[in-house]
């Protein structure tokens, strides 16, 4: 009986590769997602300049242009003739590319991008419209901002291993399992290429808050405008709750961020985006958010339970109390839209419970998990939360499997989101795990983002303190 799996994948499991899709286009390999994209514009008005067809169009934003009639058959191919000069592809958008009122469109992008890589042709090609209606539109408005928000921490940053040592040391009770792994604090560059899926497939975010312990990624250009460093003490009611170690405690207190959108999206550092997605993925046309049930169920108490399930617990107590309601799905560990006011409606009405979540040094069994599942149904009980659906992937780097299904994911399924998690950090496998994932994200995001400082390599270690950059 033969594989069924593609040949192709075949071979790459075989030479131990994820396909070198990186060297596979003529661009420079440290360009960033706009640049390239301002080059497929140019490049494109190159071409309907060489065509004789420039007045044909006109741009509606950075990355898309309107046809401002269709062009003759003639005229079409001499366009394409000139595209194809400058090593431009020219494919048809799919439907959900299309704006409301656009006939069709075509997506026209690097050649290596469209033949091997068709989300990186999607995300920073050139997207071309042609209207349906006698009145073409305007230039496409800004839509209302969207800001994201990481939590992160680099666990080899030896002053902070001391404060977790010392906190640990004076700590009292029963810690709760896994409460306290390494595997809760290791940084393995995550961040750099979670950063770098949002420039490619959500250039519409408006700013990044990255949430730290006084911690600045090494390689991170906070020169940038769109990104600031947030110390916790700047966000914690109680700054005599720090130093934390806790990532519900952190949580609890992401919405006194100063200068937060009331829409923004909270990210861990392991959780990517596969392919364009766009605001309507988080939320509604009236700006209600949305949830993305898992189909795990919370489960009842037992011994030694995990920390994210005596959490979910906490939260449907608080919800069976408040509005005589149950939970009975955890969410998938993907992207969290939230409404700032939702969270701050939280904090007024469930006050004894969050304090007691910020207070908690480690996880504790007393804590809310309150932006990645007590705001969706909370939100979901006061009419400001809907479900929703998205394409996801969850692979578990420590599973004997993850390689294969990485090349899968890459090669096949693309989804929009996915995350790259380890459950058990540690043994004698772990270097291995760290050269595959940190190959499959070069791969899949081989051009560095604005945000990076580009004489910084990968793997540097974290530099202190964030106070000097705020």
């Given at each position: ?5 593609p040949?192709h994948?075949l ?12 060297v ?12 390239i994209?301002?080059?497929h514009r ?11 067809v420039?007045?044909h169009?006109?741009?509606l934003?950075a990355g898309?242009l309107l046809?401002e ?13 000139a595209?194809?000069?400058k090593?431009?592809?020219v494919q048809a ?5 299309l704006?409301?009122g ?13 033949r091997h ?8 090609g050139?997207?071309?419209l042609?209207?349906a209606?006698a009145?073409?539109p ?16 680099d ?6 291993r001391?404060?977790?040592?010392a906190a ?8 709760l399992a896994t409460s ?7 940084s ?7 950063l770098?899926s949002l ?6 975010i408006n ?14 250009d906070?020169?940038n405008g769109?990104?600031?460093?947030v110390?916790?003490r700047?966000?914690f009611?109680?700054?005599?709750n720090l130093?934390?170690?806790?990532s ?5 207190q992401?919405?006194?961020?100063e200068?937060?959108?009331?829409r ?5 550092d ?10 309507g993925?988080f939320?509604?046309?009236?700006g209600a958010s949305r949830?993305f ?5 919370i489960?009842e108490?037992?011994p ?6 005596v959490a ?9 109390r408040?509005f005589?309601?149950?939970?009975i799905?955890?969410f ?6 939230q ?9 007024a ?18 804590d ?17 939360a809907?479900?929703?659906e998205?394409?996801?992937n969850?692979?578990?780097l420590s599973?004997a ?10 090669w096949?399924?693309r ?5 790259l998690?380890?459950?058990a ?13 940190q ?14 400082r580009p004489e910084?390599p990968r ?12």
């Amino acid at each position: 009986m033969g594989s069924l799996l593609p040949p192709h994948i075949l071979r790459m499991l075989a030479n131990n590769t994820f396909g070198g899709a990186a060297v596979r286009t003529g661009l420079p390999s440290d360009w960033t997602p706009e640049r390239i994209r301002s080059r497929h514009r140019e490049e494109f008005l190159w071409a309907a300049t060489t065509a004789g067809v420039a007045a044909h169009f006109r741009a509606l934003d950075a990355g898309t242009l309107l046809a401002e009639s269709p062009l003759p058959a003639p005229d079409l191919r001499r366009l394409r003739h000139a595209l194809a000069i400058k090593g431009l592809m020219v494919q048809a958008a799919t439907p959900t590319d299309l704006p409301e009122g656009a006939a069709r469109g075509w997506r026209v992008a690097d050649a290596g991008f469209a033949r091997h890589r068709r989300e990186l042709a999607d995300a920073l090609g050139v997207l071309v419209l042609e209207w349906a209606g006698a009145e073409a539109p305007g230039p496409i408005p800004a839509p209302e901002p969207i800001d994201v928000v990481y939590t992160w921490v680099d666990g080899s940053d030896p002053e902070w291993r001391a404060e977790r040592a010392a906190a640990r040391a004076e700590a009292t009770g029963t810690p709760l399992a896994t409460s306290d792994d390494e595997a809760r604090y290791a940084s393995r560059d995550e961040l750099r290429y979670s950063l770098r899926s949002l420039e490619y497939f959500a250039p519409w975010i408006n700013h990044i808050y990255i949430v730290t312990a006084d911690q600045v990624p090494a390689w991170l250009d906070t020169g940038n405008g769109r990104v600031s460093v947030v110390p916790h003490r700047d966000i914690f009611a109680d700054p005599g709750n720090l130093p934390t170690f806790n990532s519900h405690a952190i949580e609890s207190q992401l919405h006194r961020i100063e200068g937060l959108s009331e829409r923004f999206i909270y990210l861990n550092d392991d959780v990517f985006f596969g392919r364009p997605v766009d605001p309507g993925l988080f939320y509604t046309a009236d700006g209600a958010s949305r949830y993305f049930l898992s189909k795990q169920r919370i489960g009842e108490e037992k011994p030694g339970d995990l920390p994210v399930n005596v959490a979910a617990r906490n939260n449907r107590a608080v919800l069976q109390r408040r509005f005589g309601r149950s939970s009975i799905f955890k969410f998938l560990h993907a992207a969290h839209p939230q409404l700032r006011s939702t969270l701050e409606a939280i904090e007024a009405n469930e006050r004894e419970e969050v304090q007691r979540t910020a207070a908690a040094r480690f996880r504790s069994d007393t804590d809310l998990s309150i932006p990645s599942s007590l705001a969706h149904y909370y939100g979901s009980a006061l009419g400001r939360a809907v479900p929703g659906e998205v394409g996801y992937n969850y692979i578990d780097l420590s599973d004997a499997t993850a390689r294969l299904r990485l090349l899968r994911l890459m090669w096949t399924e693309r989804p929009q989101m996915f995350c790259l998690n380890e459950v058990a950090a540690g043994g004698r496998r772990e270097q291995e795990t760290l050269k595959m994932m940190q190959h499959f994200l070069q791969e899949y995001f081989p051009f560095p983002s604005a945000f990076e400082r580009p004489e910084v390599p990968r793997g540097t270690a974290a530099a202190r303190p964030a106070a000097a950059l705020n």
